[in-house]
């Protein structure tokens, strides 16, 4: 695979999985995921998606594995590191964001800056046009990102295969082999 397609591919599995990350999955979401390239892109990771009877159940093991988690933090970086919300992560996630006139993703439930889901959003619109800036993310803003989907890799169902791909997807742009 040639470099730029590679970094594009990179690109759209961020987008890809902060899009999961930083809201659960609807019908429409559902639907667009079940359209041909994504599909099988996401079948080539193992990942099954579910049908459509499935979503109430799903939009319950989301909240139970990255909003609430029994046992664990949400993945939210100043949760991590500081102990609290919009802490010192939050505060840099914005500078970065601003130095690149974008603005942050929000998802459901009011999704904080330095959410995973809306990491890996940012890392996507910056790679392509403030490539420093992407690398600036990488290095302060995702280094936590393994512990933080541990709980979440162990489930056994569509959530945990998102956070097993996640965790691969965030060691590939760290050039950290797992």
Not at 2 to 30: I, K, M, N, W, Y
Not at 31 to 55: F, H, K, V
Not at 147 to 154: F, I, K, Q, S
């Amino acid at each position: 695979m040639s470099e730029p397609a590679q970094s594009d591919d990179l690109a759209a599995a961020a987008r890809l999985f902060g899009r999961l990350l930083v809201r659960e999955l609807d019908a429409a979401t559902l639907q667009e995921l079940q359209g041909g390239d994504i599909a099988e892109a996401l079948d080539s990771l193992g990942i099954e998606l579910p049908d459509a009877e499935q979503i109430g159940t799903l939009g319950n093991r989301y909240f139970d594995l990255f909003l609430h988690p029994q046992g664990a933090l949400p993945p939210v970086q100043s949760l991590w590191s500081d102990g609290k919300y919009d802490g010192d992560p939050a505060v840099g996630i914005r500078k970065i964001a601003a130095a690149a006139n974008l603005e942050l993703a929000t998802g459901a439930r009011s999704a904080p800056p330095d959410q995973l889901g809306c990491i890996l959003l940012l890392w996507a619109e910056l790679h392509e046009i403030r490539p420093e800036l992407a690398e600036l993310l990488t290095t302060h803003h995702m280094a936590w990102c393994d512990l933080a989907l541990a709980h979440a890799t162990r489930d056994d169902g569509f959530y945990g295969a998102i956070a097993r791909a996640t965790v691969s997807l965030v060691r590939e742009l760290r050039g950290v082999s797992g």
